[in-house]
């Protein structure tokens, strides 16, 4: 699949910003944030690291996509704007009904001519069933079927390479996890001295640990994931993160939500406090994009 007319629109590398924030224990580190969400105005940005192989290496004779997402997706987004733009039919399956309330992202999908199949939540869960898929394949044959989030191994190549647009010098990068793909594609690249910090957006404790090994190439130690910042679950937003996002937005250059930005950089804030890292550590935060999802 030829995604060239895409890669054209996009601002790789994306910048790497210092970060300054007034917060307690801010002085003892060095702080940057490497601000994936500007590689595109519209396509999130870990999920066009995610899609970017897995959509090049497809055959052109792929004859559309499917995939799967909640109401507010930034994958489907993504995906949907992705296939809109190059001309590919799009089927996103998604999770409940919201035909007499479509959520902004589901008005962009309609928008851009996706074709919209609502499931309940039982047939949702059968999104990574094998027998599901087989039968979703006879259902569009000749269409590549890609999981939730766009989160399978071809996926980590795409993500790696923001690895590769950071210095060497750098101690440690830190993002959330939800499926784990975007944390695996960072562990692939570390040099050995490097590692990484997963902020675990949902409460997983041991799942996204398994998730993030399971995709990865080799086993790695130097990675980990902090689960004290799910913040009550995925999509939880509790007032003091919400008040804590818009309190950020309004004094910092560069906005955040409550998804996932907003829990890891409520995180750092809470372990810069807590001392939990090294005198000196050169510190980079991934921005993964998704203020669409906010809206
Ligand atoms: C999907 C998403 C994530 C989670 O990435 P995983 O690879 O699923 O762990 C993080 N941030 C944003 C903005 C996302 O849209």
Redo the contacts with the bound molecule.
Sequence with gaps: MNVEKIENTLQLPSPIVPFTPDWEGVERVSLSVKRDDLIHPVI?G??WR?LKYTLGQAPSSVRGIVSFGGGYS??LHALGFVCHSLGIAFNAIIRGDYTQHPSPMIMDLMRWNVHITYVDRKTYALRHDDNYWRRLQLEYPGYLIVPE?G?QVSALRGVAELVTELDDDVDTIIA????????AGIVAQLQPKQKALGIGVLKGEGYLESLVSTLLPTPSTNWSVNHDYHCGGYAKIPLYLADFCASFNAVMPFRIEGV??GKVFWALREMLAQGCFEDGERIVILH???LQGAR
């Design positions: 999130s870990n999920k995610k930034n994958h989030g989160s959330p996890v939800a499926s784990g793909a975007t944390l996932y930005s993964t994009g998704g």
